[in-house]
Each structure stands twice: as structure tokens, then as C-alpha cells.
């Protein structure tokens, strides 16, 4: 079964730190762009983050330029999302998916597999 398992979710007050990770089962995703949306209730989707197959870039939504960092581990089969500096207006519950393309783009209807989510809590 092809899919993608997120996590590393939690509550963490505002200033605070998470990593969450993707993990990829039944496929490698070596040859895939991955991407971190996010959707907070009453929202819609917006794309957080983006590292392409080649890795040699990395593209950050303007709200999170400078405190998060996108990486991947092939050797691992997992893409990371580093938070930091998190405010409460970057709760919300964080999907990965995988463009075939391998290219990163805006368009979510590019991303071929979609996690379940993990929750992002930021409070005090």
C-alpha cells in the first residue's frame, strides 16, 4: 500500500520548536517533489513548504520564511519540516504529499499521495 505517514505533531507554546516528519511506505520518494501544506479550521489549504526530488532547493510560504526548514532524508525515506520560532497562527494540521513531477509547484492537484495529517497545536 502507497502512502504517506506523517508526524511529530503536538502542542507547544508559542516561541517553541517541533519537527515533524514524512515518512513514505510502499514507494520511495527519491523520485518524488514533497511538499507540507497546512489547513487550519475555517481556512483554506495553503502550501507551507516545498524541497524538490533533486533537493537543491527549497521554497518557504512568505509566513514561514526564516523559522522553518524543509530537508530530506532518501537514505531514510523521510522529508522533514523543522519549526521554529512557532506563533499560534501556524497551528494547524500539516499534510505531506508527493508530486510525481518531481518538481515543486503551488498547485496541490499536482501531489499525487496525501498523509492523513498531524495536528499542530500553539498555545500557552
Known amino acids: 500500500q502507497l502512502q504517506l505517514v506523517e508526524s511529530g505533531g503536538g502542542l507547544v507554546q508559542p516561541g517553541g520548536s517541533l519537527r515533524l516528519s514524512c515518512a513514505a511506505s510502499g514507494f520511495t520518494l527519491d523520485w518524488y517533489a514533497i511538499g507540507w501544506f497546512r489547513q487550519a479550521p475555517g481556512k483554506e489549504r495553503e502550501g507551507v513548504s516545498c524541497i524538490p526530488r533533486r533537493g537543491d532547493s527549497t521554497n518557504y510560504a512568505e509566513s514561514v520564511e526564516g523559522r522553518f526548514t524543509i530537508s530530506r532524508d532518501n537514505a531514510k525515506n523521510t522529508v522533514y519540516l523543522q519549526m521554529n520560532s512557532l506563533k499560534p497562527e501556524d497551528a494547524a494540521v500539516y499534510y505531506c504529499?508527493?508530486?510525481?513531477?518531481?518538481?515543486?509547484?503551488?498547485?496541490?492537484?499536482?501531489?499525487?499521495?496525501w498523509g492523513q495529517g498531524t495536528q499542530v497545536t500553539v498555545s500557552s
Open positions: 504529499a508527493a508530486a510525481p513531477s518531481g518538481l515543486c509547484v503551488s498547485n496541490a492537484g499536482a501531489y499525487l499521495y
